[in-house]
């Protein structure tokens, strides 16, 4: 199964992306528009300024009356940033405020706009950014020029400290949206997971299909998935018919031509015999892996396997009397089968048949659950104090038909449908030495989950 990421982490990433562009985007502005507000109240404030000056030279009448000040105390407060100063025609000094004390302050060089306001921005001697406002006052023929300092960089220091205050207070609105967002993702992805766990019920054999309430988006997949499992189902039992009328039909002309042959002498019966069975066995092997595979691929199926094995030995115990057949109950803990109950019993029943078989009179058997790659496997071993097998022998007994001995009852397919069987369903089996000096099989296998379905009581 590829995987590509968590819906959710995309979710959260891509909005944290977003939140962060949004943030600083929102912080830069925020910080513009207070600059510019400051700015514009500073410039209102110095125009204030240049109007009371030339309000109090119109009303002295001498543009060197010691009367003409500004009552905001720090233009008395030298090195302030806030000067004032009232120049003549030819640009000499006439009147300036207390706070211009060892400085030149120079004239704004700027262009009078409509209302014959200058303004420009320099820097004192002490390094301090001014915003200087200049206005033109004539009094009684003659031209004088108020020029009135404002400190910027006061303001420029607020603009900077409600910068910093500002992404202080969207960064912890960033992280409260991220977190809002990481939650909102996970309510939002609960019925996908609702429906992951609806799929795994049908997969474990808890449900027939996809149960359960789902939101707009995702019902349609829910309803696909059903349609899809019923559709397999219809296709399983299509093939299942198939297979059974392919049977039908190769099964009478076959026997009509192995009894032709059997009825006649001669080299040509001979080989139309021997072709015929061969052309047997080969249906035989085909139509049987066709109807394990049609069996196995119908999901939700589970089947207990301590309950099939306590039915087994008794069945077993029945056929064989002579044979002990010592089968220890594991605990409630032992996972469940993942398959069908008739697969796992020809399973386990051939295996044990056999062993009974071959046995001197006692067989072992124990039922476990192993950690493997694949996951938790079922672990079936039954064991035997009979003649054993050779590694040579062990690997000849598994293939179709083979037997070591034609003494003992049976047409040698037992092993190779085991076999077949723990293929489909990508277990595996083992023949080794038993400790009761016979011969050991291990066969493993996929479990499914405890739960969805009751177990039916034991003996």
Request: with cysteine; proline share 4%.
């Amino acid at each position: 199964m590829l995987r590509r990421g968590s819906i959710a982490a995309s979710l959260f990433w891509l909005s944290a992306g977003w939140l962060v562009l949004a943030l600083v985007t929102t912080g830069a502005l925020l910080t513009d528009l207070y600059s510019r507000a400051l700015d514009s109240t500073l410039t209102e404030t110095l125009d204030f300024h240049v109007e009371s000056l030339a309000g109090a030279l119109l009303e002295a009448g001498d543009p060197q009356d010691d009367g003409i000040v500004l009552a905001d105390p720090r233009f008395e407060r030298p090195r302030s940033g806030w000067y004032w100063i009232i120049r003549g025609e030819e640009g000499g000094l006439i009147n300036l405020s207390t706070s211009v004390v060892g400085i030149d302050l120079p004239g704004v060089g700027a262009a009078a706009d409509a209302m014959g306001r200058s303004t420009e921005v320099i820097n004192d001697p002490f390094g301090t950014q001014l915003r200087m406002v200049e206005r033109n006052v004539t009094l009684g023929g003659t031209s004088y020029r108020i020029t009135v300092a404002g400190n910027l960089t006061e303001m420029l220091k607020l603009v900077a400290d409600f910068r910093g205050q500002t992404f202080i207070v969207l960064g912890a609105v960033g992280v409260m949206l991220a977190v809002m967002s990481t939650i909102v993702a996970r309510i939002a992805l609960r019925p996908i997971a609702r429906l992951s766990k609806a799929v795994e019920a049908v997969r474990e054999g808890e449900s027939a299909e996809v149960s359960g309430t789902y939101p707009t988006e995702i019902a349609p997949l829910a309803e696909e998935v059903n349609e899809l499992l019923r559709s397999n189902v219809q296709i399983i039992e299509r093939a299942r018919n198939q297979v059974g009328n392919l049977a039908h039909g190769l099964k009478t002309p076959i026997a009509v031509l192995r009894n032709e042959a059997y009825a006649r002498k001669g080299a040509l019966a001979d080989i139309v015999a021997s072709e015929t069975e061969k052309m047997s066995n080969m249906v035989s092997t085909y139509l049987e892996r066709a109807r394990l595979a049609a069996r196995t691929s119908v999901v939700g199926k589970k089947a207990d396997p301590t309950m099939i094995m306590l039915r087994l030995t008794r069945v077993m115990r029945k056929i064989h009397p002579d044979v002990t057949i010592a089968f220890q109950r594991p605990d409630a803990s032992l996972p469940w089968f993942r398959g069908d109950e008739a697969d796992f019993e020809e399973m386990a029943g051939n295996l044990l048949d056999n062993a009974c078989k071959w046995s001197k009179g006692q067989v072992g058997v124990r039922l476990s659950s192993i950690r493997a790659e694949k996951g938790t496997q079922l672990l079936m071993r039954i064991d035997d104090n009979g003649p054993g097998l050779s590694v040579e022998d062990a690997r000849k007994v598994l293939r179709r038909g083979v037997r070591l001995d034609e003494k003992t009852p049976g047409s040698g397919l037992g092993l190779d449908i085991v076999k077949e069987l723990v293929d489909v369903y990508g277990g595996e089996l083992e023949l080794k030495r038993s400790q009761l000096g016979g011969l050991l099989v291990e066969l493993r296998l996929p479990t499914a989950r405890l739960g969805g379905l009751v177990k039916p009581p034991g003996n």
